[in-house]
């Protein structure tokens, strides 16, 4: 595998129901993205892990809930979501040192909350 | 607050020559970025700026004015694989990149 994975690529789940997103980096990057996809909206930027710890949240719903077990993996878990959450969910990377902040995004799950 | 503003969507002729334009308001800056999303994939990286002028990479040139708060991403020669949506992206104060809404670009034969 090369680059930024995720798993899955499509989800459709229930409001009662708890699922968790992967991602996996093979770059070698010290810094994690999970970001929101709405149709015609900027992306959302959710949480960030440098170093394996968050250091930033943008005030999202405790109904998600990150984990980052080490600078190749990141995981985001959902819980009890609503329908306002479907969305394509973006997962990205990059190394944060000197002047490249330049991430690279993983193919995204797309999904959907019935 | 910050703002990232570009035009929802655009419409080329193949073989054309179409500019995507780009404002931007934001806490300090550390760069441009833009990036090529095609439908259902992953965002990838096209140009980064941080000083002002132009930045030609084959087909594609990426400008930036930051007097004027301002970027364009050029496209050459375009080409029906060209169909796709462009986002802009600037790097604030706390390195944490504010991402425009993107403009969906249509090439049409």
């Known amino acids: 595998e090369t680059g930024v994975t995720q798993t899955p690529r499509h989800l459709v789940m229930g409001m009662t129901n708890k699922k968790s997103l992967k991602c996996e980096q093979h770059l070698g990057h010290n810094a994690m993205y999970w970001y929101k996809q709405s149709a015609k909206k900027p992306l959302e930027l959710m949480f960030v892990?440098?170093?394996?710890?968050?250091?930033e949240n943008n005030s999202v719903p405790s109904r998600f809930s990150p984990e980052c077990p080490n600078s190749s993996h990141l995981f985001l878990h959902l819980h009890t979501l609503q329908p306002e959450d479907s969305a394509l969910y973006l997962c990205a990377s990059s190394q944060e040192e000197g002047a490249s902040y330049e991430q690279y995004f993983g193919p995204g799950t797309r999904l959907t909350v019935t | 607050g910050q703002n990232i503003d570009q035009p929802t969507e655009m419409t080329a002729t193949e073989g054309a020559i179409v500019q995507i334009n780009c404002t931007y308001q934001t806490s300090g800056f550390n760069g441009l970025f833009w990036y090529q999303q095609h439908a259902g994939e992953a965002p990838t990286f096209l140009s980064y700026n941080v000083l002002d002028g132009l930045e030609e990479k084959g087909r594609f040139s990426s400008f930036l004015s930051r007097s004027k708060g301002y970027s364009y991403l050029l496209l050459k020669e375009l080409q029906m694989k060209d169909s796709a949506s462009y986002l802009c992206a600037v790097l604030d104060s706390n390195y944490q990149l504010i991402w425009g809404a993107g403009t969906k670009l249509i090439i049409k034969p």
């Open positions: 892990y440098s170093l394996e710890e968050r250091v």
